[in-house]
C-alpha cells in the first residue's frame, strides 16, 4: 500500500477489505467470476451496455493464458456466473455454451498476451465514454477523480472498424503500454487492472470523468490542475488498492439487490 492511498484508510484496522482472492485456484477462480458477474450487472445498471457491443473478461488463476468472459448477446442485466465462457488465447470455447463475440477475444487476448500484470480487462459503448473517444484528445486533470489517469492514460487514433483483425488487437495492447486505461478513437473506453474490482472501477470513473469535462468544456473554459498536484493526486485516487476499494460499495449493494446473479447453474 502506498503512503498517500494509506493515509486515506488511517486505522483500518481489520475493517479494510481484503485484497486475496483466496488460498486456491477453486477459491480464486470462483472470486473472479463471482467479481465479473458482479460487474457485468453494475455495467448494466449503469447503462453502458448497447445491443451485444461490450466485454469485460479476467483471467483465469490456473491456465493463464485462458479468460473467462461473457457470451455474445445476453445482457450484462441478466448476467449469471453460469452464463460465463471459458476461452484460451487460439479464441476456443473450452468452458460454458454461447457465442464468443470477435473483437472481445481479438482486443482481450493480445491485452491478456501483452500484460502478464493485468488479470481483467473492461470494453463497453458507454454513451460519455464514445462522446469523448470523438474528439481524439486524451482526458484533462480537471477535477480530484480525473487525476486517476493523469500520465496513464492513451489514445489510440487509429480507428479502422469493428475490431476483428487480430492486427488491431495487437496494436491497441501495444498503444496501451504499461497504462491502466485507452480512449479508443471513435469507438469507447478501455481499461484494465490487477483485479476484476479495479479494472471495472477505472471504467466507471472514467465514463464519469469523460462526462463531467462534456460538460465543463459545455458550460465554459475548465481550469486544469498543476501536473505536480495531478501526479499527487494520482497517487492517491490511481493506486491499484483505490481501485479495488472504490469498488467496494457498488459491490455490496449490487449483490444484495441482485444475489441470484452468483447461482451457478
Known sequence: MNTA??????NAG????????????????????????????????????????????????????????????????????SDLLLVNHDGQVVKGSGLLNGAAFTIHSHIHKARP??????????????????????????????????????????????????????????????NKAAILQNHGLLTVGESVESAAWWYITMERTCQAQLMAEAAGTPKLISPESARITRETVGSELAGFFSFQPLLSVIAEEQPEMFDEE
Open 14 to 81: 481489520d475493517n479494510m477489505p481484503s485484497m486475496s482472492e483466496g488460498e486456491t485456484v477453486e477459491a480464486q477462480r470462483l472470486h473472479r467470476k463471482r467479481m465479473l458477474t458482479a460487474a457485468f450487472r453494475l455495467f448494466g445498471k449503469f447503462g453502458f451496455d448497447e445491443g451485444v457491443a461490450g466485454h469485460i473478461t479476467v483471467r483465469d488463476p490456473e491456465q493463464t493464458d485462458h479468460f473467462w468472459v461473457n457470451p455474445m448477446g445476453k445482457s450484462f442485466k441478466q448476467m449469471k456466473m
Open 117 to 178: 500484470d493485468v488479470t481483467a480487462a473492461a470494453h463497453t459503448h458507454s454513451v460519455y465514454g464514445k462522446s469523448w473517444a470523438s474528439l481524439g484528445r486524451k482526458l484533462d486533470p480537471l477535477t480530484q477523480d480525473s487525476c486517476a489517469f493523469y500520465e496513464d492514460h492513451v489514445l489510440f487514433d487509429d480507428f479502422t472498424g469493428v475490431v476483428l483483425d487480430m492486427s488491431e488487437g495487437e496494436r491497441i495492447a501495444s498503444a496501451l503500454g504499461n
Open 5 to 10: 492511498t494509506n493515509n486515506i484508510v488511517m
